[in-house]
């Protein structure tokens, strides 16, 4: 019973954890933003190059980024 009452609250404990990882905004300062875009133009959809000139900053970051500001789903 004590098994049972620790896996739900382990449940409860990972299901935190990931809202957690997924609620944060990526903040990016204006000139994180500017080089973005600026690099975007150049080389397109090549994260890791982008990120590479960004110190700090992961491709998937900056991926992510992207697509929730500029995706054009339109």
């Given amino acids: 019973m004590a098994d049972s009452e620790h896996s739900s609250s382990n449940d409860t404990n990972a299901d935190s954890q990931e809202e957690k990882n997924e ?16 690099m975007y133009n150049l080389v397109g959809e090549r994260w890791a190059l982008i990120a590479g000139r960004i110190p700090g ?5 900056i991926e992510k980024y992207w697509n929730t ?5 339109e």
């Fill in 23 to 38: 609620e944060p905004k990526l903040e990016f300062s204006e000139d994180e933003e500017t080089l973005i875009i600026r």
């Fill in 57 to 61: 900053r992961t491709a998937e970051e």
């Fill in 69 to 73: 500001r500029y995706s054009t789903s």
